[in-house]
T-cell receptor, first 112, second 114 residues
Framework: RKEVEQDPGPFNVPEGATVAFNCTYSNSASQSFFWYRQDCRKEPKLLMS???SGNEDGRFTAQLNRASQYISLLIRDSKLSDSATYLCVVIVEKSSGDKLTFGTGTRLAVRP | DADVTQTPRNRITKTGKRIMLECSQT?????MYWYRQDPGLGLRLIYYSFDVKDINKGEISDGYSVSRQAQAKFSLSLESAIPNQTALYFC?????????????FGPGTRLLVL
């Protein structure tokens, strides 16, 4: 089983739709979680951290479910500009240095 | 100006050639990383450095070497390039944001090995 797994998609949705992605992780010792956004042929950029209590940033909501070992990203009122690949990142903190593991990404395509 | 820069941005080389990819940062971060990204495989860590005197292998370091010339510079070398090293390479730095390590990526270098 991969350490971090994401549905590659693509998710094709119309503008205005609500869409959700999940990311599962296998290491129960994972402590920090992030969502990054990557546009085609560009570098990944931090979208938002994921906190245990869940957090919201405008149209984006991130949640963590430790019992089932997954994080989710919900996008409401999708815009054309939301079209990108969304990468989840899971961090295991170690005394020798944190281990960051990236998911392979979920591609979102928002159509007019 | 970009905080993390990579040169070259694109490179075509032949099997067996030595090639160096360079990364510079103006963010003042101690930690720097090299990743490669392949379709369907996501980002995989090649090497990382927590400061100038600290170099560590990542999950796929075979065939690569690195040099941390200064806090701001971290170079990745392919001593003898092979076609399966064709990929998109990213340099990154990291910092602590709200108690969490956050990564900042360079624009990437597209490498094609023929």
């Amino acid at each position: 089983r991969k350490e971090v797994e994401q549905d590659p998609g693509p998710f094709n949705v119309p503008e205005g739709a609500t869409v959700a992605f999940n990311c599962t992780y296998s290491n129960s010792a994972s402590q920090s979680f992030f969502w990054y956004r990557q546009d085609c042929r560009k570098e990944p950029k931090l979208l938002m951290s994921v906190y245990s209590s869940g957090n919201e940033d405008g149209r984006f909501t991130a949640q963590l479910n430790r019992a089932s070992q997954y994080i989710s990203l919900l996008i409401r009122d999708s815009k054309l500009s939301d079209s990108a690949t969304y990468l989840c990142v899971v961090i295991v903190e170690k005394s020798s240095g944190d281990k960051l593991t990236f998911g392979t990404g979920t591609r979102l395509a928002v159509r007019p | 100006d970009a905080d993390v820069t990579q040169t070259p941005r694109n490179r075509i080389t032949k099997t067996g050639k030595r090639i160096m990819l360079e990364c510079s940062q103006t963010k003042g971060h101690d930690r720097m990383y090299w990743y490669r990204q392949d379709p369907g495989l996501g980002l995989r860590l090649i090497y990382y450095s927590f400061d100038v005197k600290d170099i560590n292998k990542g999950e796929i370091s075979d065939g690569y070497s690195v040099s941390r010339q200064a806090q701001a510079k971290f170079s990745l070398s392919l001593e003898s390039a092979i076609p399966n090293q064709t990929a998109l390479y990213f340099c990154a730095t990291s910092d602590w944001l709200a108690g969490r390590e956050t990564q900042y990526f360079g624009p990437g270098t597209r490498l094609l090995v023929l």
